[in-house]
């Protein structure tokens, strides 16, 4: 009997040291870092309080995004997917520009997966609201401080950059919008 009970310990152990084992797999941990460099003049749209990269400022870069649930914590970020906007060039899913009146967003790199999700719709839920927002574009967590990036830092790894149409919706007055914890998830 004695042996019977130290075995069922034993390997109860084994399964919580696998159920560690396996959250701490599914951890998203940087990939490294970017140098930034001052933009030329003019060539950091400053829109929507967007961050132009420093000069000699590391700035940390990521492959993947925290897990995705039914109930994904975010942070949402505003964003113009309009021609001249702070997005920089036109979206990585359709190749086009979107109006600010149109509620879109960008996932950062983990989440948009390889545009896995490009033209597929999330809900946003912030501020006791929902909205339903179509995915668009990939906001950047493995690279920044470029012309392609309009010379703005990487994403970090748990951002929802939406257009002001997101936010709208949401309910978030206009002096509030540029960070907000949320909640996400896929459409059925």
């Keep these: 009997m004695r042996k019977q009970v130290g075995s069922s310990v034993f390997l109860i152990l084994l399964c919580v040291l696998y159920i560690f084992a396996s959250v701490e797999a599914q ?36 492959k993947c995004s ?62 006791g609201r929902s909205v339903r927002a179509k995915v668009v ?9 470029d012309s392609d990036h309009d010379y703005q830092p990487p994403c970090p790894n748990n951002i929802v950059d939406a257009s002001k149409a997101v936010w709208k919706a949401l309910g978030v007055s206009e002096s509030d919008w540029g960070g907000m914890n949320i909640y996400w998830s896929d459409t059925n």
């Design 27 to 62: 951890t998203c941990r940087p990939s490294g870092t970017i140098k930034g460099k001052t933009p030329p003049p003019g060539q950091c749209n400053t829109e929507n309080d967007s961050d132009c990269c420093k000069d000699g400022k590391l700035y940390t870069t990521y």
């Design 137 to 145: 574009d990939e906001c950047d967590s493995t690279m920044g401080c």
């Design 66 to 127: 925290p897990p995705v649930s039914s109930h994904t914590k975010a942070m949402l970020t505003l964003n113009s997917f309009q021609a001249g906007g702070d997005g920089g060039g036109p979206s990585e899913c359709d190749n086009q520009y979107h109006s600010d009146d149109d509620p879109v967003v960008a996932l950062s790199t983990g989440w948009f997966n390889n545009k896995s999700r490009c033209l597929k719709y999330i809900n946003v839920y912030g501020n």
